[in-house]
Structures are given as C-alpha cells and as structure tokens.
C-alpha cells in the first residue's frame, strides 16, 4: 500500500543554506490493514517522514509510493484525491482556528461532497466518541491542549480513512484518555484501517505489541514484528 | 457541483461575519477606491454639462444693413437652410423683434430704456441667428457667409467677436478636465494597490488555514471560492455605502451647488445614471476584490 524507496529528505538552513539531513535512504513498506509504529527520539525524523508521506514536503531522493503512485511526481489534483483517503493526526494540531469544533470536524467531509444529514449523523457520532459533543459550538482556541487534539483525532477519523497516520496523538493527553485513544485506533484497524503511529511514548508501543520501525538520525536503524521499544 | 457551491458560499458567509475586523479595514478601503470611480464619474457628468452649456451659448449672429430688404435676408436664410447637416436652426430677428426683445429684457432697468428714448430711433439691426449642430460646423457657415456676394449686404459676423472667449472657455474646461482625470486616476492606482495590499493582509492571517485546508484534501477552487465571495461581499457593501453617501451629500448640497455649476443638478445626475453607475461601481469593486483575493491566494496555493 505504502513503499518507501531509498527516501532522503535533507533541509538547508534558511541564514547559510547548511544542508540539514532528516531522513537518509529509509526503505519499507507497509501492508494495507497494518498497525505500524515509528519510534524515535525527537528529531530523529518521524514527522519529517509524515510530511512526506502525504506530499507536504518533496523529497529530495529515493520514491514514495502510495497504491502505485509516486507521490513525488502525481498531479496537485490527484494528490488532493489521496490527502481526502488519509487521516493525519498533526503533532501541532492544524485545527481552523475560524471555524467551530463541529466545523472542523465536517470540512473534509464537506469537501468530499457528503450530505448534511450523513455529515451532521457522522460528526455527531465522531464527537460522542471522543467525547466532544458538548463543544461542538466552541472554537479551538477555547478548548483546552487535550480537547484540542481529541479534536485533531475526531477530524482524522470522522471519514473513515483508508489509511490514519498520527503524529504523536497523545502527547497532550493524560493516561485515561491516551489509553482510550490508542484503543480506538486499535479498534479501527481491526475494521481494516491502515495505521500509522508516529511517538516515542515507550508505554504505547510495547503495550501495543504491532510492528515497529526505529528511527535514528534519520536512518531507519530497526524494522520488526511485534517490536519493542528500544533506543 | 450544486452542493459544493452551496458550501463555498456557506463558507464565504460564514468569514464575512466571523472578520468583522478585518472585513470593516477592508470595506473602508475599498469605499475609498468605489468613491473616487464615482467621483470621476460625475466628474465626466458635470464637465460635459458645463462644455455643453459653453457651446450652446455659441452662435453665429448675422447683421444686415439697415438699409436691407426683408426679401433678401429670407433669401439668405433659405439657402442657410442647404447646410442641413450642419445648422440647427436659422432665425430671422427684424428690427422690430429686435427692439422689443431688448425692451422686454431690459424692462426693470429704466436707465437703457431712457438711453433708447433719447436716441430717438430703433438702432437696431435686422439679424439672422444661427445654431449649428456642433461648434466645429460653425467655420464652413462663416465661409458661406463671407464670400463677396454677401458683403454688400451684410454689415458683421459675431461669430468671430465671440470664439476667442468661446475657445478659451473651452481650452480651460479641457485642461481643468485633464488634470482632474489624470489626479483621479493617481488617487485611484494607489486605492487599488491599498486595497490589494489590505486583501493581501487579511488571507495572509488565514495563510496557516489554507494550508490546513489543503492538507486534508480540498481543492483550490474550494478553498479560493469563500475567499473570493467574502471579496464580493466587502465590494458590494462599499459601494452600497458609497452611494449612500453622495445620496445624502446631494439630497442636502446638491441645491447649492447648482448655482456653482450653471444649473447642472448633481442628484438628478446621480439619479438619471444610477444604474449604469451602479454597474460601473459593482465592476470596478468586483474585478477589484477578485483580482486581488486571487494574486494574495496563489502564493499559498501552491501544493
């Protein structure tokens, strides 16, 4: 579903174009209805690897492949078609800051072209779920950091996505809430959900027991089934 | 299609009362831009009244001697009346009509009507008065009048008496007239680049939105249609305001200043032209809100 190709990502400093490497020759693949987690310290170029991989940033070498298509080289339109069959969950929310939490929730599937009554019936239940009804009318900015990124996953998921990448969804979350997350991404993949789970929350993964791929550096450093967190 | 359309205009409606704000910064500057087209416009209206008004008061007057036959002026005028696409109207005035149109007009004033009586005798000339239909056409009539057939009848031409105050009336309206299109074209380039650079401002608080929008797959035309829309919505209220404004300024001015333009009345002007106006206006708002939303939105287009 997913082939990552010898992908290198190097950034330049914007004040003296110093070459800034985030990712070096990272190669896997990942199966549809997998759970996979990317591990790593801070820096270690998981988000840069979420960036690429739904074409917010072009890579500098290697391939990107989602279902056949190389990422790097699709049309605008055609990578608006795959952004609409991801759910990302960003690590620095993304929410529209002008818009309700309701609003949020039901942009994407505005732009998919829902009806209202499936959007009002699907933001309704995405909202129960993470337990946001009762804010529905409130803007983001009055919602507290753990409400904000329930909010985030709400969006990520309110479609029901081929594929869900979460950029460290629980970073703002306390236990009960984080292991109440990590179960419905759980439960969405059982249904046939691709996920992607970048952290580097040592609880998370080795209660989750799924594949694991290590980042270093920038390198991909280990790849393994029912991996630990090891650093 | 039918529904997305309906989002994109729910979306814009939804912008223009969330950015009250920023929306009212950019309504003002755009009232600005729509009052000075405006301006310029009744501009145009009150020059061309004015210039109208200056050669309507051109006319050729023709004064035959007193010793002259009334046969032979009708006879002059009859073949005035070749020049068909050129003159207006021909009138003949005798010495009689003469005297009394004088009388009639000075018939307050008895200082002239004694001055008349102590001349003792009508002193008026027999005359023809002639209008041409643009004042272009009054050489070709001079011409005709002053070829040597005529001469000995006729005693002057005032044609020639009245055109150095007519073409210097006409040479200061053309300047006055130049200089204030040239100003209000200046006055309306740097609105336009205000305005512009206001809309530029404002996307540029949702640049973090729009690209939110685009990472969860919409499309550019659905995100550039609210903004777009919203940029309708400011232009068609800043003219709405504008109109208002000179509807009011006229309603209590616009009495007043018709002795100052020689009877050229600014609201039945502005009411006479209020719909070619308003499409002028909604045009130039329009254009301008579109044009601008779209250069401020391609920068963050970019996928």
Same mark, same amino acid.
Request: no cysteine.
């Given at each position: 579903?997913?082939?990552?190709?010898?992908?290198?990502?190097?950034?330049?400093?914007?004040?003296?174009?110093?070459?800034?490497?985030?990712?070096?020759?990272?190669?896997?693949?990942?199966?549809?209805?997998?759970?996979?987690?990317?591990?790593?310290?801070?820096?270690?170029?998981?988000?840069?690897?979420?960036?690429?991989?739904?074409?917010?940033?072009?890579?500098?070498?290697?391939?990107?492949?989602?279902?056949?298509?190389?990422?790097?080289?699709?049309?605008?339109?055609?990578?608006?078609?795959?952004?609409?069959?991801?759910?990302?969950?960003?690590?620095?929310?993304?929410?529209?800051?002008?818009?309700?939490?309701?609003?949020?929730?039901?942009?994407?599937?505005?732009?998919?072209?829902?009806?209202?009554?499936?959007?009002?019936?699907?933001?309704?239940?995405?909202?129960?779920?993470?337990?946001?009804?009762?804010?529905?009318?409130?803007?983001?900015?009055?919602?507290?950091?753990?409400?904000?990124?329930?909010?985030?996953?709400?969006?990520?998921?309110?479609?029901?996505?081929?594929?869900?990448?979460?950029?460290?969804?629980?970073?703002?979350?306390?236990?009960?809430?984080?292991?109440?997350?990590?179960?419905?991404?759980?439960?969405?993949?059982?249904?046939?959900?691709?996920?992607?789970?970048?952290?580097?929350?040592?609880?998370?993964?080795?209660?989750?027991?799924?594949?694991?791929?290590?980042?270093?550096?920038?390198?991909?450093?280990?790849?393994?089934?029912?991996?630990?967190?090891?650093? | 299609?039918?529904?997305?359309?309906?989002?994109?205009?729910?979306?814009?409606?939804?912008?223009?009362?969330?950015?009250?704000?920023?929306?009212?910064?950019?309504?003002? #500057?755009? !009232?600005?831009?729509?009052?000075?087209?405006? =301006? +310029?416009? /009744?501009?145009? @209206?009150?020059?061309?009244? %004015? *210039?109208?008004?200056?050669?309507?008061?051109?006319?050729?007057?023709?004064?035959?001697?007193?010793?002259?036959?009334?046969?032979?002026?009708?006879?002059?005028?009859?073949?005035?009346?070749?020049?068909?696409?050129?003159?207006?109207?021909?009138?003949?005035?005798?010495?009689?009509?003469?005297?009394?149109?004088?009388?009639?007009?000075?018939?307050?004033?008895?200082?002239?009507?004694?001055?008349?009586?102590?001349?003792?005798?009508?002193?008026?000339?027999?005359?023809?008065?002639?209008?041409?239909?643009?004042?272009?056409?009054?050489?070709?009539?001079?011409?005709?009048?002053?070829?040597?057939?005529?001469?000995?009848?006729?005693?002057?031409?005032?044609?020639?008496?009245?055109?150095?105050?007519?073409?210097?009336?006409?040479? #200061?309206? !053309?300047?006055?007239?130049?200089?204030?299109? =040239? +100003?209000? /074209?200046?006055? @309306?380039?740097?609105?336009? %680049? *205000?305005?512009?650079?206001?809309?530029?401002?404002?996307?540029?608080?949702?640049?973090?939105?729009?690209?939110?929008?685009?990472?969860?797959?919409?499309?550019?035309?659905?995100?550039?249609?609210?903004?777009?829309?919203?940029?309708?919505?400011?232009?068609?209220?800043?003219?709405?305001?504008?109109?208002?404004?000179?509807?009011?300024?006229?309603?209590?001015?616009?009495?007043?200043?018709?002795?100052?333009?020689?009877?050229?009345?600014?609201?039945?002007?502005?009411?006479?032209?209020?719909?070619?106006?308003?499409?002028?206006?909604?045009?130039?708002?329009?254009?301008?809100?579109?044009?601008?939303?779209?250069?401020?939105?391609?920068?963050?287009?970019?996928?």
């Amino acid at each position: 579903m997913i082939s990552f190709q010898n992908v290198s990502k190097i950034y330049y400093s914007s004040v003296n174009s110093y070459p800034i490497t985030a990712l070096k020759d990272v190669s896997f693949i990942v199966e549809p209805k997998e759970f996979v987690s990317i591990v790593g310290r801070s820096g270690a170029g998981k988000t840069t690897l979420v960036k690429l991989l739904i074409g917010e940033e072009r890579i500098t070498e290697g391939e990107i492949f989602f279902r056949n298509k190389n990422i790097a080289r699709i049309k605008s339109n055609e990578l608006q078609k795959i952004r609409k069959k991801i759910g990302v969950v960003y690590q620095d929310y993304r929410l529209l800051f002008s818009k309700t939490v309701y609003e949020n929730v039901s942009y994407i599937l505005e732009v998919m072209g829902f009806s209202d009554q499936d959007i009002a019936r699907d933001v309704s239940r995405i909202l129960g779920i993470v337990r946001l009804r009762e804010r529905a009318k409130n803007f983001p900015e009055e919602l507290s950091g753990g409400e904000q990124q329930r909010l985030v996953i709400a969006r990520a998921l309110v479609h029901q996505p081929e594929i869900v990448i979460a950029d460290e969804p629980t970073g703002n979350l306390d236990p009960y809430n984080t292991f109440e997350i990590i179960n419905l991404f759980k439960k969405i993949n059982e249904s046939g959900t691709t996920v992607i789970l970048a952290t580097h929350d040592k609880r998370i993964i080795d209660g989750l027991a799924k594949r694991v791929i290590t980042l270093e550096a920038g390198r991909l450093i280990r790849d393994e089934q029912g991996g630990k967190f090891i650093l | 299609m039918f529904i997305s359309l309906k989002r994109v205009f729910k979306f814009a409606w939804q912008g223009f009362l969330r950015n009250r704000v920023l929306g009212l910064e950019v309504m003002f #500057i755009m !009232a600005i831009a729509v009052f000075l087209i405006t =301006s +310029l416009f /009744l501009f145009q @209206g009150i020059s061309d009244f %004015l *210039i109208k008004e200056v050669q309507e008061k051109v006319d050729v007057s023709v004064y035959f001697k007193e010793t002259v036959r009334e046969e032979e002026i009708l006879s002059v005028e009859r073949n005035l009346y070749k020049f068909s696409n050129e003159i207006e109207s021909v009138e003949y005035i005798s010495r009689e009509k003469a005297l009394e149109n004088f009388i009639e007009k000075h018939k307050d004033e008895p200082i002239y009507l004694e001055a008349l009586q102590e001349i003792g005798y009508n002193p008026f000339l027999p005359s023809l008065n002639i209008k041409a239909r643009d004042p272009s056409y009054y050489a070709p009539i001079s011409n005709y009048l002053n070829q040597d057939s005529l001469q000995g009848i006729i005693e002057r031409v005032s044609f020639f008496q009245n055109k150095k105050v007519i073409d210097k009336l006409s040479s #200061i309206t !053309a300047n006055v007239k130049t200089v204030v299109i =040239s +100003l209000s /074209l200046i006055l @309306g380039l740097l609105a336009v %680049l *205000i305005t512009f650079n206001t809309i530029k401002l404002t996307i540029f608080t949702s640049k973090e939105e729009i690209s939110t929008m685009q990472l969860v797959g919409a499309s550019n035309w659905f995100i550039r249609g609210p903004f777009v829309i919203q940029g309708i919505f400011y232009g068609i209220i800043s003219v709405l305001a504008v109109n208002l404004l000179f509807l009011i300024a006229f309603a209590f001015f616009s009495y007043r200043l018709e002795t100052f333009f020689l009877g050229f009345n600014l609201l039945n002007y502005f009411q006479m032209n209020f719909l070619s106006l308003l499409w002028i206006q909604i045009a130039f708002a329009g254009i301008l809100a579109i044009f601008s939303t779209l250069l401020a939105l391609h920068k963050y287009l970019k996928v």
